[in-house]
């Protein structure tokens, strides 16, 4: 379903198809801000949608024309901070999310909008769209968490650079500074993400799982995937197909090998 065609009260929706879960942020008359009651769903639908042996990847992205102008000002007036507590809540569960993620931006990326962004494994954008990290407009602090994630994007100089003034940036910029990682003209975003995905999800869960894991810095698991590895046959049928000039057909998925992930 096309996310211009939702219309909806503020909330998360979502679908799956072929093996890509869709969500979608829908807050229209807000330019898809997000609400109190949105942050605090998007851990659960994730927890659901990551143990659904049908979703293979993930889509975030927002309803008609803007991806999401951060969190609901109306919100912000709650006491003792907790719509940032419930904000750094979903946007770890979103990087924490155990499969590859995407975000599909059009229009406006700003505040809690590219907290969300960034939590995710890979960024396409339409041209035209704009990011900022605004909290430097509203006196409020940004989380170390979500500082530290935006810096190991685009370096300490561009987060600076955002969150010292809370200025846009155009997407050739963002693309430039790798808060992006692709951009698209208008138009094209939706079929980019849509053969993108069927990449994504033809590969190899195994190898996805694992690099997901070391690129977000996990060291202490070596032995683990290399135990996955030797009992998923996937690295034997990867090169049967490829031999045979064929599809591969993967069949690794969590829990499918004897051995169980360690804690911590």
């Not at 639908?45 to 969190?71: H, K, N």
């Amino acid at each position: 379903m096309d996310p211009r065609e939702r219309t909806a009260e503020p909330a998360l929706e979502h679908t799956v198809v072929d093996g890509v879960a869709t969500v979608v942020i829908s807050n229209t008359a807000k330019r898809n801000a997000m609400t109190t009651g949105m942050w605090q769903a998007l851990p659960p639908l994730l927890e659901a949608l990551a143990a659904d042996p049908a979703v293979r990847m993930l889509v975030l992205t927002g309803a008609g024309d803007t991806f999401c102008a951060g969190a609901d000002i109306g919100s912000l007036r709650e006491p003792g901070g907790r719509p940032q507590a419930l904000a750094v809540e979903a946007e770890e569960a979103l990087a924490a999310f155990p499969l590859p993620t995407l975000a599909a931006v059009r229009g406006h990326c700003v505040g809690g909008g590219s907290q969300l962004a960034a939590a995710c494994d890979l960024r396409f954008a339409e041209e035209g769209s704009s990011f900022g990290i605004t909290p430097a407009k509203l006196g409020i602090v940004y989380p170390s968490s979500s500082t530290r994630r935006l810096v190991s994007l685009v370096g300490p100089a561009t987060a600076k650079f955002l969150l010292f003034s809370g200025e846009l940036i155009d997407a050739d910029r963002a693309l430039r500074a790798g808060l992006v990682d692709e951009v698209r003209p208008a138009g094209a975003l939706e079929e980019r993400v849509r053969s993108f995905a069927r990449i994504l999800v033809s590969r190899s869960r195994l190898t996805q799982a694992a690099a997901k894991e070391f690129a977000d810095g996990r060291e202490d698991r070596d032995a683990y995937w290399s135990e996955q590895s030797r009992g998923s046959g996937d690295a034997a049928e990867g090169v049967a197909a490829f031999l045979e000039r064929r599809a591969p057909r993967f069949t690794w998925t969590t829990g499918s090998t004897a051995a169980a992930p360690t804690s911590g």
